[in-house]
């Protein structure tokens, strides 16, 4: 999936050609860990380096485990420790010495994530700093920019939106001031952009929808094996809805039934599941097979019969763009940005969230019509190409920077005055 290389290995160096454009990436998580975003920012980087960009990626370090520095498929990524107390939601039921080790760890931690992002400011002097996900990481992207006077866009993703309100005042002061700061605001979504604008946050003159993007090589190349299974994938939390999908796999009917499901992923809803397809008398015929790692997940999605999407909350959907590359037929539910990419019963099939009755019944409609499911799933295919293949997605990203490029360089009170894209 990727490549490292040794700390000995790795530079900072600033001799890159004057004409070639220089991004720093700041996610708030990346590879090893696999989520959404990860996968994002990870295809991001490497659209990036394809097109002639001179890319870093810095990110919050996660485990004592990884490296501060390695590179990553050809890319250099830098680990800091950018925790912050957005986590103390009751801050005098935490522990003594928890509250007395933030507060003699942050301030060092500043220091030291300060003096780091100075050197990279000074040697590798970014022209754009992009943060995905806003959290730590958005604050310190927000402080790279201005030390090295380079515009900050941000991407929201989801969950850094829908969680604002129960963050304690210190976070969301981060999340406010992490917006107010940046140059453009990307949403890879309009159902997530109407749900920020709700929060009646001041915004950046660019404001745009850059949908996620699949690698539709990578999935194209693993069509062709049979297809045996139903499959729902992702995390298991309780968003997701996979106690939803068990419900109604075992309510399909008899002739639908030979199909066994297979569960990918893993998280704190996994033992419910579990426990829920014993209770159905199921679970002989509910194959789960905890987190696989991502270069596996082309070759499963090409082994369904369809992909199940049951989630009660989706700000994106990136599972059903992927089963689309896929060519496997897509039932999925009628939340957040899924309906921006699924048409009801042209290329895939929309149901009610958190009824497995429904949801039970557009699988056994295309688990016992081969037409509509070669239909739909011919149909996905063309959706993704059209719209969600890397090189349209690029497009849109590249819009967005060599707009903000065109502006005078960030000092003081400067602002974008790039116009704004419409996202659908």
Same mark, same amino acid.
């Given at each position: 999936? %990727?490549?490292?290389?040794?700390? &000995?290995? =790795?530079?900072?160096?600033?001799?890159?050609?004057?004409?070639?454009?220089?991004?720093?990436? @700041?996610?708030?998580?990346?590879?090893?860990?696999?989520?959404? %975003?990860?996968?994002?920012?990870?295809?991001?980087?490497?659209?990036?380096?394809?097109?002639?960009?001179?890319?870093?990626?810095?990110?919050?370090?996660?485990?004592?485990?990884?490296?501060?520095?390695?590179?990553?498929?050809?890319?250099?990524? #830098?680990?800091?420790?950018?925790?912050?107390?957005?986590?103390?939601?009751?801050?005098?039921?935490?522990?003594?010495?928890?509250?007395?080790?933030?507060?003699?760890?942050?301030?060092?931690? !500043?220091?030291?994530?300060?003096?780091?992002?100075?050197?990279? &400011?000074?040697? $590798?002097?970014?022209?754009? =700093?992009?943060?995905?996900?806003?959290?730590?990481?958005?604050?310190? &992207?927000?402080?790279?920019?201005?030390?090295?006077?380079?515009?900050?866009?941000?991407?929201?993703?989801?969950?850094?939106?829908?969680?604002?309100?129960? #963050?304690?005042?210190?976070?969301?002061?981060? !999340?406010?001031?992490?917006?107010?700061?940046?140059?453009?605001?990307?949403?890879?979504?309009?159902?997530?952009?109407?749900?920020?604008?709700?929060?009646?946050?001041?915004?950046?003159?660019?404001?745009?929808?850059?949908?996620n993007d699949v690698d539709t090589a990578t999935f194209r190349s693993a069509v062709g094996r049979p297809r045996?299974? #139903?499959?729902?994938?992702?995390? $298991?939390?309780?968003?997701?809805? !996979?106690?939803?999908?068990?419900?109604? !796999?075992?309510?399909?009917?008899?002739?639908?039934?030979?199909?066994?499901?297979?569960?990918?992923?893993?998280?704190?809803?996994?033992?419910?599941?579990?426990?829920?397809?014993?209770?159905?008398?199921?679970?002989?015929?509910?194959?789960?097979?905890?987190?696989?790692?991502?270069?596996?997940?082309?070759? #499963? +999605?090409?082994?369904?019969?369809?992909?199940? *999407?049951?989630?009660?909350?989706?700000? $994106?959907?990136?599972?059903?763009?992927?089963?689309?590359?896929?060519?496997?037929?897509?039932?999925?539910?009628?939340?957040?940005?899924?309906?921006?990419?699924?048409?009801?019963?042209?290329?895939?099939?929309?149901?009610?969230?958190?009824?497995?009755?429904?949801?039970?019944?557009? @699988?056994?409609?295309?688990?016992?019509? %081969?037409?509509?499911?070669?239909?739909?799933? &011919?149909?996905?295919?063309?959706? *993704?190409?059209?719209? $969600?293949?890397?090189?349209?997605? +690029?497009?849109?990203?590249?819009? *967005?920077?060599?707009?903000?490029?065109?502006?005078?360089?960030?000092?003081?009170?400067?602002?974008?005055?790039?116009?704004?894209?419409?996202?659908?």
């Amino acid at each position: 999936m %990727h490549s490292t290389r040794s700390r &000995a290995d =790795v530079t900072m160096s600033g001799c890159e050609e004057a004409t070639q454009r220089r991004i720093v990436l @700041m996610p708030a998580d990346y590879l090893p860990n696999i989520g959404g %975003h990860e996968i994002v920012v990870r295809r991001l980087a490497d659209s990036l380096t394809s097109n002639g960009w001179s890319v870093r990626i810095v990110t919050p370090m996660k485990s004592p485990r990884l490296r501060i520095r390695e590179i990553m498929d050809d890319v250099e990524v #830098l680990r800091l420790p950018m925790q912050l107390p957005v986590g103390l939601r009751r801050p005098m039921a935490a522990s003594v010495g928890r509250l007395v080790g933030k507060c003699v760890l942050l301030p060092a931690c !500043f220091v030291w994530n300060w003096a780091v992002l100075s050197h990279l &400011a000074r040697l $590798f002097r970014p022209q754009i =700093v992009h943060a995905h996900y806003v959290g730590p990481n958005a604050l310190y &992207a927000a402080l790279l920019a201005r030390l090295s006077g380079a515009k900050l866009v941000l991407s929201i993703h989801g969950d850094d939106v829908l969680r604002e309100a129960r #963050l304690p005042l210190w976070g969301r002061w981060l !999340f406010r001031t992490a917006i107010r700061s940046s140059d453009a605001l990307l949403s890879n979504s309009n159902d997530l952009l109407v749900a920020a604008r709700k929060l009646d946050i001041e915004e950046p003159e660019t404001v745009t929808v850059v949908w996620n993007d699949v690698d539709t090589a990578t999935f194209r190349s693993a069509v062709g094996r049979p297809r045996e299974y #139903l499959l729902g994938i992702g995390r $298991f939390v309780h968003r997701k809805g !996979f106690d939803v999908l068990v419900r109604a !796999f075992s309510r399909l009917p008899e002739s639908c039934s030979h199909a066994p499901l297979v569960l990918a992923g893993d998280g704190p809803e996994l033992r419910r599941c579990r426990a829920l397809a014993e209770d159905l008398d199921i679970a002989e015929r509910v194959q789960f097979l905890g987190e696989v790692p991502y270069e596996d997940v082309p070759g #499963l +999605m090409a082994g369904a019969r369809l992909v199940a *999407v049951p989630s009660r909350d989706e700000p $994106f959907g990136l599972v059903v763009i992927e089963a689309m590359a896929a060519e496997s037929p897509v039932v999925a539910a009628t939340v957040g940005g899924i309906p921006e990419i699924v048409q009801n019963e042209e290329n895939g099939l929309l149901v009610p969230r958190d009824d497995p009755d429904a949801l039970a019944w557009a @699988m056994g409609r295309i688990l016992s019509d %081969h037409d509509l499911a070669r239909s739909l799933a &011919a149909r996905g295919l063309a959706t *993704v190409k059209e719209r $969600f293949s890397r090189e349209a997605v +690029m497009e849109r990203y590249l819009a *967005v920077y060599e707009g903000l490029l065109r502006d005078p360089p960030r000092g003081g009170a400067v602002r974008s005055t790039a116009s704004t894209m419409e996202g659908s």
